[in-house]
């Protein structure tokens, strides 16, 4: 069955600090790897997303994620954190099912602090 | 496109009251889903529709929840009778499952509390 599991139930770094938010997952056949990100109050917002291709992606308002194979990793990453950053983000991956069905993580609350 | 709408977005209601939740997917995605958020359990998947044919309701909680997707532009979530640990955010989500890209969009979420 495909699950994902996300280690750290939160996350704090400085602002301008690099961040990285870690997700592992098991599956059967080719991932389909997905993030989003919640903010107090808000629905989930998609970041970003792995298919094929190049191992790192890039998504939205600066977030980027590297695909690890051999790791079966996709961690999110990026580069300088910002106090806007802090918020819930969870990792999915595509149901084995192939019905659009996600299997999502329990989330990682990212704190930045000034 | 204005997004998935959920409709109420607050809802206070009392034990024993039958309560109804309403979600718009983006127009044109095929496949619609509901999501129940609470700090104890997490994001829990409720029950998925593709082209309005409910898919999968094993995340049902029990018979209380019902849910309902008439056409392409509208699913109402259903709890009767309402009890005090149903008070959750509810989620709707929608999709094109077609494009194989899978990714949902969700709406604002509808905060159920049942006193």
């Known amino acids: 069955a495909q699950s994902v599991a996300q280690p750290e139930d939160q996350v704090n770094v400085a602002e301008g600090n690099p961040l990285t938010v870690k997700c592992t997952y098991s599956?059967?056949?080719?991932?389909?790897l997905f993030w989003y990100v919640q903010y107090p109050n808000r629905g989930l917002q998609f970041l970003l997303k792995?298919?094929?291709?190049?191992?790192l992606v890039k998504g939205s308002y600066g977030f980027e994620a590297e695909f690890n194979k051999s790791q079966t990793s996709f961690h999110l990453k990026k580069p300088s954190a910002l106090v806007s950053d802090s918020a819930l983000y969870f990792c999915a991956v595509r149901d084995a099912s192939n019905t659009g069905k996600l299997i999502f993580g329990q989330g990682t609350t990212l704190q930045v602090k000034p | 496109d204005a997004g998935v709408i959920q409709s109420p977005r607050h809802e206070v209601t009392e034990m024993g009251q039958e309560v109804t939740l309403r979600c718009k997917p983006i127009s044109g995605h095929n496949s619609l889903f509901w999501y129940r958020q609470t700090m104890m359990r997490g994001l829990e998947l409720l029950i998925y529709?593709?082209?309005?044919?409910?898919?999968?309701d094993s995340g049902m909680p029990e018979d209380r929840f019902s849910a309902k997707m008439p056409n392409a532009s509208f699913s109402t979530l259903k709890i009767q009778p309402s009890e005090p640990r149903d008070s959750a955010v509810y989620f709707c989500a929608s999709s094109f499952q077609l494009a194989a890209t899978y990714e949902q969009y969700f709406g604002p979420g509808t905060r159920l509390t049942v006193t």
């Open positions: 599956v059967s056949g080719n991932p389909y």
């Open positions: 529709f593709n082209n309005n044919v409910p898919i999968d």
């Open positions: 792995y298919i094929t291709g190049d191992n």
